[in-house]
Every structure is written in structure tokens, then in C-alpha cells.
């Protein structure tokens, strides 16, 4: 298991499942009832996240976030509810159970959304597992990057990286932004909405920067049949502030930060960047393969590995 | 938390959950879509399975059976797919994973539906973390017994609980029939479909019987306000046979057997008892509270208990 890495393990368990449903960060349903996108995630204790640098609250914030984020990543601005299945051990405090569920409440309520469901059960160690569900999207894919279109990154990159290092290092106080961008995220439902009622919803190409921007713009070029030349690298003012030697590989691979990478044919990138707060152009796609950043291929590493 | 119980942990949650939604099998959202049910389950090694006594195509199958038993426990008989989280140590065997991608599959190939996306990542146990969805349903309810009803059973009950110990003895073969009620249990997906089939989607009571037959009879009666007057209590005749002592209290509080207990008015019920194979009447649906049998309350005690 450990040596096929999660990429690897998913492409032996890709046969199992119905074809074209796995690849994407959710499963598209189309039927007579419209387009339905589901998601899900599990997070477990001291892989994903740890009580020492994490309240229980910003646990399940953060565990909405990833999910909803995933919506996002599909253009699905309209969420219906989250699933949650929790496992735990016998000794965990109801508080810390509590926190959880108040920062996944917190979070579902910035979308008008809610947990719809889920189960409890005995675990040896804390594991949250949560489904998402959304009506309509479908139309921002991976695979949906052509030549000539411009990069668009709806935000910083790199900031929950910083807040969980000044977390690590006990000095919260030296960039509480860092901080809250690392245990509050906000995922960029907002976004889609705005693209929405701009009248986008032809298939573009994108996803989510969960995995950091580098990993994010490496999967949109393999997918597309595309390469991507990145012109420039908007680094965090309080990262370069604050982090200035690690700010570029943080913004590269930090990852967590929850914004959207968008390809976009030029007339459409400007009227996003136009409209859309925070929007800026990163680079353009061109014929061949790879992302070239300062006249060498990009790669995903530092992305996170989950085995 | 060992001291509240998995009810107690619900109650505490609830508050934090979007109205109405929890308590059941499943969400039902209802929107101009039609209804769509969604369910969930996590299942933790050694807490829910063992490598012991259970082969991972056994682990898959019983995974799905029990969110598909929980999707026919509304009144859904039409799955529309599976979402599926593993998290596992990377010492896990690739052949493992794969064996519980195939019971997955399996299962979900009788009725025509299959796994639709996913996620891996690494945990220090075995954790499998499934999401049912389906279209329609909603019409059985736990809360929707009346005073009147007939109790109508669609199965044998206590068979995977005399499997399962047939396993832990190491004589499987003494009855090879209660080990594949055990490993590979049919969720009643097909009995809804007949149901459906013969006009019935008005609001009748039921729920499935994943956590004991005792166990559905007391929610049934607690959600719906009524007194259940248990008549007869048909018994596995391999379970007559090879465990004649145990019989009675694993037929009541066995779990596992993902059959449905459905409260239904007498026509109805007759109609049920004429065209569905295996369904037996059990009791009777009276005014007052509890679960009788044999002139004293019934408990729940022996249902499976997660903390």
C-alpha cells in the first residue's frame, strides 16, 4: 500500500467503480432531475489533523471546508447538507465532539447549508468523515483547459501553510490572518455563485487548490492534454513578510488554502478578474505538456502524499 | 462519551444538525428534484469487522448491504450509487483492498448500481466510511405505525448472528447457509421494489433490522406512540437446529440480518403476506407503549451498542 502511493492506489480500485465516475473531486449525477455532485473526505487524527494545533471547532470547520471546496471545485455554488460520520474513541470529551460540530455548523451556515445525517460510532482514534452534496455543476472539470485560455487563481496561496507553522512554533500572535486563513478557511462558493450569475457555466477548465497550487495546475495540465506556462507568483504580503524564504514553495505547495484554479478562454478570464474580488492571472496555456515556471517544469512535489 | 451511548452522542449532536434531519436511517431532501435519500456508515476494524472471521470481499459486501439495507429502510428502492472512503495503514495488503472493492461491487451489482467516487488516505486502522444515495422513497418511517397495523417481517432473523458464531468456532461448515447469511446478507432492496410495484407508497411504519429485530420493534414503537403486541416469532430453522438454546435471543437480538419490519393496515399487510416471499406476520400494532412478548416488555438489550 504505502510503496503505490494514493495515485496508485486509486488507479488499481478505478476498475471496481463505474466507469468515468473517479478522477474528479466529486461524482457528477445526471438524470431526469438535474445534476447532482457528491463528495467525500475522511479525516483522521494526527493524519490530517492534531489536537495540538487544532480546537476542535476549526477541526470541523476545516472538515466542511474541504468538502464544500470540493463542490466548488465542480462549479457547484448551491450545496444541499453534509453527511457526517464520526468514530471515536470511548475516552473522547463530549466538548471536543461538541466544538466539532459547531465548526461544521459555522461553516455550512456562511452557504445557507446544514448536516442533513450521519453516525457515530467506537473508533480507536478520532475519524471524521464527511459527504457533500450540491445541485447543479458539472461544468468547471479538470479536463476542461485548452490552448490560449488564461490562468486565474481566485486568491492567496501559501497562508494556511504560514498559520500552521507559526501554530507548530506556539506564536499565533505574530500573524493572527495566518492563522485564521489556516483553521477557518473559506471556500470559494462564493465564487461559483458570481461566475454563475455571470452567465458562465460552458465547460471550463479547474479545480480546487486543496492539494497546494502546484499540485493543482500539474492535474488541470495532465487532464486538458495541456502545458501551462506560469507567468507569475502572487506571494501573501504577510508571507513575504513574515516567511520570506519559504514563501515561494509555500505558495507552490503549501496547500489547504481552498481557492480555485480557473482556465479560461481570455474574454471570460477578464470579465472574472473584472468582477471577481482577488482574482489574478498567473500564467496562460499553451500547446505541449507540463507547467513551466521560470524556464523549468513544475512539479507537484511537496503536494501532500496521504500514504 | 463511553457513558452517554451512541443515543446519547445523537441527542447531544442534534442541536448542531439542520431540523428534522437526524433519527432516521437516512435524509430524505425533498426539493423540485423529486426526493433523494442519503445514508451513511463508517465501519472500524475490529470494532465492526475482523479479519479473523470475515475475508474483505465479505468486509465490501457487508459495507454496502448495510447502506443499501438502510436506503430500502425508507422506502428506497432505486440506488443510485455509493461513495466510498477507506483509510488504512500502508502496511495494508493491495489484495486486501481489492477484495473489499469486489464485495463492494458485487453487492452493488444486484441491484444495478455501483460505487461512484471516493477517497483514500492513510489511518492507523482500517476504517471504511460508505454513502448511499437513491432516488424516491421516504414513504416508510419509522414514526409511522398505527394503532391497527399488523407487524410484518420480511425474513428470517438471528441467521448472521449464528454465521458469525459458526466462524469464531471454526466449523463454518456445519451450516454453510448461516455463514453466507453472515458474509453476504441480501439488504431488501427487492421487497421495496415489489412494494412499490404493487401501489404502496403511501406513509406506512418500518424500518429495517440491521441492529436486531427487538431493536426495530422498540424504535418503531417509541417514534410512532404505539404499543406492538408480539405474536409469534418465527425462527431460522438451521438456527432450531444447531442452536437451539440461543435461538430466541439471537432471532430477537441477533442484528445484521437487514431484513425489514414493516407496520402496515391488515388489507395491506394481506397483500404483502400473498406476493412477497418469506414475509411472515408477527404481531399487531395496539394502543398503549412498548414492545410485549409473551406478556412482558421487551427490551432492546442485546442490540448492538457502538460505544
Redesign the interface.
Known amino acids: 500500500?504505502?510503496d503505490?502511493g494514493?495515485a496508485g492506489?486509486?488507479s488499481?480500485?478505478a476498475p471496481?467503480?463505474?466507469a468515468g465516475?473517479?478522477g474528479d473531486d466529486?461524482?457528477v449525477?445526471s438524470?431526469s432531475?438535474?445534476s447532482?455532485i457528491?463528495?467525500?473526505?475522511?479525516?483522521?487524527e494526527?493524519?490530517?489533523f492534531s489536537e495540538q494545533t487544532t480546537p476542535a471547532a476549526s477541526v470541523g470547520w476545516r472538515a466542511a471546508a474541504a468538502n464544500l471546496s470540493d463542490l466548488a471545485a465542480m462549479g457547484c455554488g448551491d450545496p444541499?447538507?453534509l453527511?457526517?460520520?464520526?468514530?471515536?474513541?470511548?475516552?473522547?470529551?463530549?466538548a471536543w465532539?461538541?466544538g466539532l460540530?459547531?465548526g461544521?455548523?459555522d461553516c455550512c451556515a456562511l452557504f445557507g447549508t446544514?448536516?442533513?445525517?450521519?453516525?457515530?460510532?467506537?473508533?480507536?482514534?478520532r475519524?471524521v468523515?464527511i459527504?457533500a452534496?450540491g445541485?447543479g455543476g458539472g461544468w468547471i472539470q479538470r479536463q476542461g483547459s485548452r490552448v490560449g485560455d488564461w490562468i486565474v487563481v481566485t486568491g492567496w496561496h501559501g497562508g494556511s501553510r504560514a498559520g500552521l507553522e507559526l501554530l507548530w512554533r506556539g506564536e499565533p500572535e505574530l500573524a493572527p490572518e495566518l492563522v485564521r486563513v489556516h483553521q477557518y478557511p473559506r471556500p470559494r462558493l462564493d465564487v461559483v455563485q458570481k461566475l454563475v450569475s455571470l452567465g458562465m457555466t460552458g465547460v471550463i477548465g479547474g479545480m480546487d487548490s486543496s492539494d497546494g497550487l502546484a499540485d493543482a495546475l500539474v492535474q488541470i495540465s495532465e487532464r486538458s492534454g495541456v502545458g501551462i506556462l506560469l507567468e507569475q507568483l502572487p506571494v501573501h504580503p504577510l508571507l513575504a513578510q513574515h516567511f520570506p524564504d519559504q514563501a515561494e514553495a509555500w505558495t507552490l505547495f503549501g496547500g489547504e488554502d481552498f481557492e480555485l484554479v480557473l482556465s479560461l478562454p481570455p474574454p471570460q478570464a477578464i470579465q472574472v478578474l473584472e468582477h471577481v474580488q482577488g482574482c489574478q492571472k498567473i500564467g496562460e496555456v499553451v500547446s505541449g505538456h507540463g507547467v513551466i515556471w521560470q524556464g523549468s517544469p513544475l512539479e507537484r512535489r511537496g503536494a501532500f502524499q496521504?500514504?
Chains 1, 2 share one sequence.
Open positions: 500500500m504505502a503505490l494514493e492506489v486509486l488499481r480500485i471496481y467503480c463505474l465516475m473517479i466529486g461524482a449525477l438524470g432531475q438535474g447532482l457528491v463528495t467525500t473526505d475522511v479525516l483522521v494526527n493524519v490530517h444541499l447538507g453527511l457526517v460520520g464520526l468514530g471515536m474513541p470511548g475516552s473522547t470529551p463530549m465532539v461538541e460540530y459547531v461544521m455548523r446544514g448536516i442533513i445525517g450521519g453516525d457515530v460510532c467506537r473508533a480507536p482514534v475519524v468523515s459527504t452534496l445541485q496521504h500514504f
